[in-house]
């Protein structure tokens, strides 16, 4: 299986506080784990992403997860603002078959003030 | 400067035509792609191409067929077109293979009538 989870797929938090999404992924060969950012009219932006030998990473507000395991990932964002508010797509690669990235349907985050 | 470069922007077209989408990158990258987004099938991977040749292809009709003239070239023909054809194409590419690290083109919004 090549699917990737997302959810939720929409997200409403409070400006300043965390908002989290999650997401699962079925090929065990999946090693990198990057995540986007797309506003309205625009394309999709790379904002952080994490390969299989990480646990971790952190970029600024940004944290992302990963459990190899489990095969989930999710992204962290703390202390949010106005300007996080967009679509967020997670998504799943390296897959040994393919040379193509498998995305998530998109969490569309909404910062309230 | 634009990186990756998309024309048109926006493209209009009649039921039963065909359409080519441009795509120029100047990143240095070796490996292309095409996506396709729209309000059913958000961020849908269709080809993958490395060195000019193509690595995976996604996409069931055959009335898409990608070009690649030059290796920072990728262009999308697309025949007999349908409405549901409607959506934005995205190009992107990476320098890496296997997807990693993947960089969006501003896409090219098409409306089939």
């Known amino acids: 299986g090549e699917q990737v989870e997302q959810l939720p797929s929409i997200l409403r938090v409070q400006e300043g506080s965390s908002a989290s999404i999650n997401c699962s992924y079925e090929?065990?060969?999946?090693?990198?784990f990057p995540w986007y950012k797309q506003e309205p009219g625009e394309n999709p932006k790379l904002i952080i992403d994490?390969?299989?030998?990480?646990e971790r990473k952190q970029i600024q507000e940004l944290i992302v997860l990963l459990d190899k395991k489990a095969k989930r990932f999710s992204l962290h964002i703390t202390d949010t603002q106005p300007g996080d508010s967009a679509m967020y797509f997670c998504a799943a690669s390296g897959s040994t078959n393919a040379y193509k990235v498998i995305f998530g349907k998109g969490t569309h985050l909404h910062v309230l003030p | 400067d634009p990186k990756i470069i998309q024309k048109p922007k926006y493209l209009v077209a009649v039921t039963g035509s065909e359409k080519i989408l441009i795509c120029e990158q100047y990143l240095g990258h070796n490996a292309m792609y095409w996506y396709r987004q729209s309000a059913k099938k958000p961020l849908e991977f269709m080809f993958s191409y490395s060195y000019q040749k193509l690595m995976d292809n996604q996409t069931a009709s055959s009335r898409f067929q990608p070009q690649s003239s030059k290796k920072n070239h990728l262009d999308l023909q697309i025949t007999a077109l349908k409405p549901d054809d409607s959506a934005t194409y995205f190009c992107?590419?990476?320098?890496?293979?296997?997807?990693?690290?993947?960089?969006f083109g501003p896409g090219t919004r098409l409306t089939v009538l």
């Open positions: 994490i390969r299989s030998n990480m």
């Open positions: 090929d065990s060969a999946s090693n990198y």
């Open positions: 992107a590419s990476s320098q890496e293979d296997r997807g990693l690290e993947q960089y």
